[in-house]
Structure formats: C-alpha cells, structure tokens
C-alpha cells in the first residue's frame, strides 16, 4: 500500500502547477447540406452537448499592446467619493469585500490575472434583442485574445436555438482558460445577458471571472466631452484612426437590423445578410483591443507628455485620474488642458476643478487667483466668492475682505435663486444662503469683538480721505 501511494505521489508531482490554456479543437467541415457554415467560412465544433458552429481567423492589427501595472490598477479600482474623507475611508474598506474577498479588486487572484495578458478574453456578443430578458439569445458570441502579437479571433454561432448548450459549454472553456473578461458596456448587458442564458441551462456551470474590464466607463470619462457619442464606431473614427490600422466600416450592416437578420435566416430566409454580422462582430472585437492599446498609451504617466492630445481629451483624462485618488497626475492634465487652450464652455469648469486641486494640494494663493477668475462667471461666482470669503477668513486673516466676499456670493445666490424655476436648484439656493447668513454674522462678530468697525472698502477709504483733509 505504501509504495502505490508513493508511486501515485509521484505521478502528482509530475502535473503542472498552473493550468496550460489549451489550443482549441480542431473543427470539422461542414456537409454540402450546411450552406450558412460555407457561407460565414466556419467549422463544425462538437462536444458532448452537441454541435454549433466556430468561426476562427487571426489578424495582425491591431498589433499586442504590453499593459502597464499602474494603468491596470487605474482600470480596477473603483472610483474615491469627493470632498468628505470618511466616504473615502468607507468606500475603501468596502472594496476590499468586493467580489466576495476581503482584499477584493486588490486580490491576489485579480492581480495575477490581470497582470497577464495571456488571461485576457475580449468578448461581444450580437443577441436576438436588446431587452435581455428570458427570450433574448446570443446568436453569436464573440472571443479574441493576443496571440502570436496579434489578435486571434473566435466566434461561436448558433445555427439553431437546440445548439445553445454546446455554444455555452465551449464559452465556459474558454472562460476558465482566459478568466478577465474584456468588453465595452459588457458589465451591464453582454455578461448579464451569458449569466442569464447560463442559469437556464440548469446543467453549465456560470463561470467564473477572476476580473472584468469595461472600457466604456474609461472611454466615456476620456472623450465624451469632445464627441458627445462614445459609441465604438464613434471611437474608431475619431479616437483610433481606423484607416491607419487597416479597416473600416462602410459596408457595416446595423446594429439595430441585426436581430431581424437572424430571424429571417431562422424561418428559412437567405443567411447572406449573416455574414456582415459576422463581421460586424469582428470588427467591434478588433476595435475593442485596438481601444484598449490607446487607453493604455493614454493612461500611462511613463508614456509620452501628451503635446499632440486635445484639451477636451487632457480634461477628461485629468477627471478620471481625479476620481481615482490621482491628485498630483489629475492637477498637472487639468493644467495642461487649460493651457492648450480649452473650449470657452468648459473653461470656466475646469479652472473651478483645478482651483479645488489646488487648495487640497495646499496652494492656497493658486486657488485663491483661479477663484479671483471665476467671481464674474454667471454659475460659478456665487461659489467663487465663497471660497474667496474662506481664504480671506482663514489663510489672509482680512477679515474685511472675506466679508466683501460673503455678501457678494449672498448677493448673486439670491439673484441665481430668483431666475431659476427649478424647485431643487432653489432649495440648493436656500441652504447655501443659509450657510452665507452664518458666515457673515461670525464675521461682523470676530470684527465688532476686535474692536474695529464694518465698513466696505471704498467707504472706509472715502472716510480715511475725508479725515485727512479736516486735519489740514
């Protein structure tokens, strides 16, 4: 009994310590009875669930981009509330639960996976609705990974509904060889719509996902101020120069037809309209590594000082970057975008962001000179001139001016609150007046106890004048 023990102990340590993702199975050819797998240039893949179709090709663009450890990091961690430190400190314990770990985003599992490349599995799915509910199938799934510096591209069709379960098999595979899940608006529909479909079967077990990358939240925060749409199709166009990685849309069949397509195919109509699904499909996939190559580039302090990049696009990356506890990084973009010379609408926000950024880093005079620009804005000079009232109360010790300051936000609070019909914006008004009634009474209180008199400054210097010329 011993020495089989010791032979099978053995044989144990022989098994490789972490799993190989393997090749996937060869496919077989489809029957002269089989027109749409001829048609979208597909194989047959079998297994013990039965059949459904795969469609594999390789292609050199977009090109592997190596991901930096600290953009992955930006990309994991979950956004850091503003302006009230015990919300910061809450929202940090509560992410070290997330995902059912108490290390959470920062779990050894997700680093190790997300850290490697080789882990990665893009995926998109076209589905026969947008709703997501029971009666919504994903026809088509989707799947690409770097490989060979490259991008190797999977798709999984079904040709009848009886073939989701061999579709759904083969996805779990790759899921468990490739477990971070990369997507654009996957977290709220192409993912919950597999977890769904997964359920149903009742036999496949959900996998699971040691991450999940959306890039629409970083690519939203990064070029919505300048396009408006961050749609993929937008970003192609407008953000990644599609022509130059060799491809381009239009031929592109529509999103909204694409559902119609496969019903028609599935009552006995013509399945050529299919193969611009297909590759719809594959172009949404190479867009979608192709997007994460230039966030990556983008995102990277170790990358280039950002001299050809839009203002609107160094905006939106300085808020990101401030969201996520970079304050340093966030307060040299949003520098920099002012400086490249912003849009005159958004200038007047971001030189309120970064004047904040710059009183938290403790540039009080930079803050209280960005202030000082923004007293004569129609929004944001009532704000202007309360923070302008705090430096002079706390930092300047000119109790005077802070006053001056004080009843000037009073004033243009109550002239916003009288020419706003908003119900919220004028409880909003009530309680900032409120707060600047406060403020004023300390002041005129903090001056009468020292012994000095109220005055505004060009009545006290008419006084001042005045008493000079009856001393003569």
């Given at each position: 009994?011993?020495?089989?023990?010791?032979?099978?102990?053995?044989?144990?340590?022989?098994?490789?310590?972490?799993?190989?993702?393997?090749?996937?199975?060869?496919?077989?050819?489809?029957?002269?009875?089989?027109?749409?797998?001829?048609?979208?240039?597909?194989?047959?893949?079998?297994n013990h669930y039965g059949e459904h179709l795969a469609i594999r090709n390789w292609f050199s663009t977009p090109e592997f981009s190596e991901p930096s450890a600290g953009v992955l990091d930006l990309l994991t961690k979950a956004p850091a509330p503003q302006n009230h430190p015990g919300r910061r400190e809450r929202a940090s314990?509560?992410?070290?639960?997330?995902?059912?770990?108490?290390?959470?985003?920062?779990?050894?599992?997700?680093?190790?996976?997300?850290?490697?490349?080789?882990?990665?599995?893009?995926?998109?799915?076209?589905?026969?609705?947008?709703?997501?509910?029971?009666?919504?199938?994903?026809?088509?799934?989707?799947?690409?990974?770097?490989?060979?510096?490259?991008?190797?591209?999977?798709?999984?069709?079904?040709?009848?509904?009886?073939?989701?379960?061999?579709?759904?098999?083969?996805?779990?595979?790759?899921?468990?060889?490739?477990?971070?899940?990369?997507?654009?608006?996957?977290?709220?529909?192409?993912?919950?719509?597999?977890?769904?479909?997964?359920?149903?079967?009742?036999?496949?077990?959900?996998?699971?996902?040691?991450?999940?990358?959306?890039?629409?939240?970083?690519?939203?925060?990064?070029?919505?101020?300048?396009?408006?749409?961050?749609?993929?199709?937008?970003?192609?166009?407008?953000?990644?120069?599609?022509?130059?990685?060799?491809?381009?849309?239009?031929?592109?069949?529509?999103?909204?037809?694409?559902?119609?397509?496969?019903?028609?195919?599935?009552?006995?109509?013509?399945?050529k309209p299919l193969a611009g699904v297909v590759k719809h499909n594959q172009m949404d996939l190479r867009g979608l590594a192709a997007l994460y190559g230039k966030i990556n580039s983008l995102l990277d302090e170790h990358q280039a000082a950002h001299e050809d990049t839009d203002s609107l696009d160094l905006f939106g990356l300085?808020?990101?970057?401030?969201?996520?506890?970079?304050?340093?990084?966030?307060?040299?973009?949003?520098?920099?975008?002012?400086?490249?010379?912003?849009?005159?609408?958004?200038?007047?926000?971001?030189?309120?962001?970064?004047?904040?950024?710059?009183?938290?880093?403790?540039?009080?005079?930079?803050?209280?000179?960005?202030?000082?620009?923004?007293?004569?804005?129609?929004?944001?000079?009532?704000?202007?001139?309360?923070?302008?009232?705090?430096?002079?109360?706390?930092?300047?010790?000119?109790?005077?001016?802070?006053?001056?300051?004080?009843?000037?936000?009073?004033?243009?609070?109550?002239?916003?609150?009288?020419?706003?019909?908003?119900?919220?914006?004028?409880?909003?008004?009530?309680?900032?007046?409120?707060?600047?009634?406060?403020?004023?009474?300390?002041?005129?209180?903090?001056?009468?106890?020292?012994?000095?008199?109220?005055?505004?400054?060009?009545?006290?210097?008419?006084?001042?004048?005045?008493?000079?010329?009856?001393?003569?």
């Amino acid at each position: 009994m011993s020495a089989s023990v010791d032979k099978f102990s053995r044989l144990a340590a022989l098994k490789p310590a972490h799993r190989i993702a393997q090749t996937p199975a060869a496919l077989r050819a489809p029957d002269e009875c089989d027109p749409v797998s001829k048609l979208l240039g597909g194989g047959i893949a079998r297994n013990h669930y039965g059949e459904h179709l795969a469609i594999r090709n390789w292609f050199s663009t977009p090109e592997f981009s190596e991901p930096s450890a600290g953009v992955l990091d930006l990309l994991t961690k979950a956004p850091a509330p503003q302006n009230h430190p015990g919300r910061r400190e809450r929202a940090s314990e509560s992410g070290r639960y997330k995902n059912g770990s108490r290390d959470g985003a920062g779990s050894r599992r997700m680093r190790d996976a997300v850290q490697n490349p080789e882990k990665w599995l893009f995926l998109d799915t076209e589905t026969t609705g947008l709703a997501g509910g029971t009666g919504t199938y994903a026809f088509l799934v989707g799947l690409a990974w770097w490989d060979a510096g490259g991008l190797q591209v999977e798709q999984l069709f079904l040709r009848d509904f009886s073939e989701e379960h061999s579709l759904l098999h083969e996805l779990a595979e790759r899921l468990a060889e490739r477990p971070v899940l990369v997507t654009f608006n996957g977290k709220s529909f192409d993912w919950p719509l597999l977890e769904n479909r997964f359920t149903m079967t009742r036999a496949i077990r959900l996998p699971s996902l040691a991450a999940h990358l959306d890039l629409l939240h970083p690519a939203r925060a990064l070029w919505k101020l300048r396009l408006g749409s961050v749609r993929l199709v937008e970003l192609e166009r407008h953000v990644l120069d599609a022509a130059k990685l060799g491809w381009h849309r239009e031929d592109d069949v529509s999103s909204a037809l694409i559902p119609q397509f496969y019903f028609d195919y599935l009552r006995g109509g013509s399945a050529k309209p299919l193969a611009g699904v297909v590759k719809h499909n594959q172009m949404d996939l190479r867009g979608l590594a192709a997007l994460y190559g230039k966030i990556n580039s983008l995102l990277d302090e170790h990358q280039a000082a950002h001299e050809d990049t839009d203002s609107l696009d160094l905006f939106g990356l300085s808020r990101y970057l401030n969201r996520r506890g970079e304050q340093e990084r966030a307060h040299a973009m949003c520098a920099q975008a002012l400086g490249a010379g912003l849009p005159a609408d958004f200038r007047p926000l971001a030189t309120r962001e970064l004047a904040i950024m710059a009183r938290r880093r403790g540039d009080v005079e930079r803050a209280a000179s960005l202030w000082l620009e923004l007293v004569q804005h129609p929004r944001d000079g009532a704000v202007a001139c309360e923070h302008l009232a705090i430096h002079y109360e706390r930092t300047a010790r000119d109790l005077g001016r802070a006053v001056e300051f004080a009843e000037l936000a009073l004033a243009k609070t109550q002239r916003q609150s009288a020419h706003s019909r908003d119900p919220y914006a004028a409880a909003r008004a009530a309680r900032a007046e409120k707060k600047l009634l406060c403020r004023l009474e300390r002041l005129r209180h903090r001056i009468e106890k020292g012994g000095g008199r109220l005055q505004a400054p060009l009545l006290a210097r008419t006084a001042s004048a005045s008493a000079s010329s009856k001393g003569r």
